[in-house]
């Protein structure tokens, strides 16, 4: 009897969704997590700063709660959050099966802490952070994240001045540039209906999954 040819399994992947404040990666992140259960493929949505104890400490200190704070030491939070996070919710969610898809990863700290902090050091900080199998970087002008910010009336936190979020912006397109030798990221272009960079996510995550799983030849 000839053998039945049988479905590869797809082994879960850990998906990073990327962008500037007001970019709109929460809001993508949890389209991709339905979109993906809707079809058949278990995922799990998920974001940093994390719900951990440090993850909490972190929103207080970006609202504004424990100023002045030092630089370097949210720089360490972030890289001991991403452990915990790692640890406690990522590599449990892919045990058990389930896509991870992460709204913020290593990638914030590189284009944010090193505003103030040394490149080298905060990339140290985050070197045994598993690599996500595909980064979506949503890229846009700083001004028009601003202007959605503004519409849906998000309070201002620590990194929201204009200037700031121009450097992240320009730190994040350098990043993709500069890792797409090593890691695989991609830049989709944000300055359009979120259904639009919807769509195009989508193209992205079939593409790695059907990498990961070629459809069956019969
Ligand atoms: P959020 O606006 O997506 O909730 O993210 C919170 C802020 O924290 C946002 O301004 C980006 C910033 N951030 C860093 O500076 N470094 C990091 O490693 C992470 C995960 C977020």
Not at 92 to 119: I, K
Not at 151 to 170: I, K, M, N
Not at 188 to 206: I, K, Q, S, T, W
């Given at each position: ?5 049988t ?5 879960p992947l ?9 970019a ?7 389209r ?27 929103r207080?200190?970006l ?9 370097a ?12 996070h ?30 103030d ?16 199998d ?19 009336g998000?309070?201002?936190?620590l ?7 121009r ?15 090593s890691e695989r ?15 195009a ?9 059907a990498e ?7």
């Amino acid at each position: 009897m000839p053998a039945t040819p049988t479905t590869p399994a797809v082994a879960p992947l850990l998906i990073a969704i990327e962008g500037i404040d007001g970019a709109g990666t929460t809001t993508q992140t949890e389209r991709l997590r339905a979109w993906l259960e809707a079809s058949g493929r278990p995922a799990h949505a998920t974001r940093e700063p994390s719900t951990g104890p440090v993850g909490r400490l972190i929103r207080e200190v970006l609202a504004g709660q424990h100023a002045p704070f030092d630089k370097a030491a949210l720089a360490l939070l972030f890289a001991a959050d991403r452990m915990d996070h790692v640890t406690r919710e990522i590599e449990p969610a892919l045990a058990a099966g389930r896509h991870v898809l992460t709204d913020r990863y290593y990638h914030s700290s590189f284009a944010y802490q090193t505003l103030d902090a040394d490149g080298a050091w905060v990339r140290t900080l985050s070197a045994r952070a598993r690599r996500p199998d595909l980064t979506l970087l949503i890229d846009l002008p700083a001004e028009v994240a601003a202007e959605r910010r503004r519409l849906a009336g998000r309070p201002d936190e620590l990194f929201d001045a204009l200037v700031t979020q121009r450097r992240v912006a320009d730190a994040y397109r350098a990043l993709a540039r500069e890792l797409s030798g090593s890691e695989r990221i991609v830049v989709v272009p944000g300055d359009r209906p979120a259904d639009a960079v919807f769509a195009a996510l989508c193209v992205e995550v079939e593409r790695v999954l059907a990498e990961v799983a070629p459809p069956a030849r019969g």
